[in-house]
């Protein structure tokens, strides 16, 4: 069973982290990760790439990553390449490469498993017109549908997204081979790092834009 705060964290990593519903804990690597998730959801909302773009940029100015061969590929990167080039890193860090080929299959391993675990928490965000399933004519066959969305999965799902406070750990030691323990306030990154301000009302209507474009 998770704890309060593990629950929290996985609240917070499965966010969308807009300014309407801004992290309520310090952010850390795994909120980095979290953000460029949603950056690549975005690939055809230009004006909400844009932001997590900003809230990417001044996450990882706080954390020290815009100078590591990481930071370096997300600044170049467009909004829905960002999880598919992850484990090509150890190829573009210049660091050593006896074992680049390895780091690269953990590393693909890892992302993909941090994907799944984020699509299936944040599913009931694609729904369109319904429920999964409400269409089925078969009363029977709809309802063993429902019975596994919404009671065997969400049961289960807590326990399962635990990983990813277990991935984001060794998904830091492979993409930045550095302490990835650090963390920042949300006040820290607005005051300090460019963080878009979630009072702002300016900030608000470009990430809502985003819905329009």
Not at 79 to 84: A, I, K, L, S, V
Request: net charge neutral; proline share 6%; hydrophobic share 40%.
């Amino acid at each position: 069973m998770a704890s309060r705060f593990e629950q929290a964290r996985i609240g917070q990593l499965l966010s969308d982290y807009a300014p309407q519903s801004p992290p309520q804990l310090p952010l850390d690597f795994g909120d980095y990760l979290s953000l460029l998730w949603r950056f690549d959801q975005c690939a055809a909302l230009p004006a909400r790439a844009h932001y997590y773009r900003a809230c990417i940029l001044a996450l990882g100015n706080a954390l020290e990553i815009n100078a590591t061969p990481l930071g370096r590929l997300v600044a170049r990167v467009s909004p829905g390449e960002t999880y598919d080039q992850l484990p090509n890193l150890p190829y573009r860090s210049g660091g050593r490469l006896v074992d680049a080929r390895d780091r690269k299959a953990a590393t693909g391993q890892l992302i993909a498993l941090r994907r799944d675990v984020l699509r299936i928490g944040t599913y009931q965000e694609n729904w369109n017109g319904g429920f999964p399933g409400h269409g089925l004519q078969d009363t029977e066959l709809r309802e063993r549908v429902f019975a596994v969305l919404f009671t065997a999965l969400q049961g289960q799902y807590a326990n399962f997204a635990r990983l990813l406070l277990v991935t984001d750990i060794v998904l830091g030691n492979l993409l930045l081979a550095t302490d990835v323990s650090k963390e920042a306030e949300l006040f820290d990154l607005v005051m300090n790092h460019d963080y878009p301000d979630p009072a702002s009302r300016a900030v608000r209507r470009q990430y809502l834009s985003g819905e329009r474009e």
